[in-house]
């Protein structure tokens, strides 16, 4: 489903977003708007629908009411998912869940590659190998995910959500759950770098 008439520059629309979680309302008649170069920061206590808010756009959980749309690279907006059940798949976009998702048979090249390769992006050895470097996961590339230490894990988990928007020729949008979370100082420097540069 295709939408004209959109705000220019807008990468992300949400309207009347109401999720449950069981039968607990989570999030209600939520509206926002999410316009490239913008950085937005949710805050609050734990259980008040972030995470559930950053699933629902991601198309992860169904909606009680209300639709989430994505921009197309040609400024249309098409519907991501809506309450009726109407769903088409999200565009590319970076995604960091709270609990990574990742699996951990893959190595640590091969995790990055993949979000990479669902991103539409297909950069060469050498590329991959500089952003782990940067990240500070080239001596572990040949690991096993489920191998790596738990800060390792967040920053593979974290540069997979961001890799796809840096290395992209046109905006697109990240969405990052507890980004910060199990990060050493040094990682959380990189990633405000990166946000920055992002933004």
Known sequence: MIRRGVTEGVLLEIEGLTVLRGTQEVLANFNLNVSSGECIVLSGPNGCGKSTLIESIAGILPLRSGEVSWSTRSGDQRLVRDSDGRRNALPPMGLTLQRDGMCGEQTVIERLSSALSVAGLFPNRNRLLELLEEWGLSHRLDSRVAHISGGQRRRL????????????????????????????????KLMRGWLRSLA
């Open 157 to 188: 988990a974290l540069l997979c959500g961001l890799a796809p928007a840096a290395l992209s020729d046109h905006p697109r949008a990240v969405l990052l759950d507890e980004p910060s979370e199990g990060l050493d100082s040094s990682s959380k």
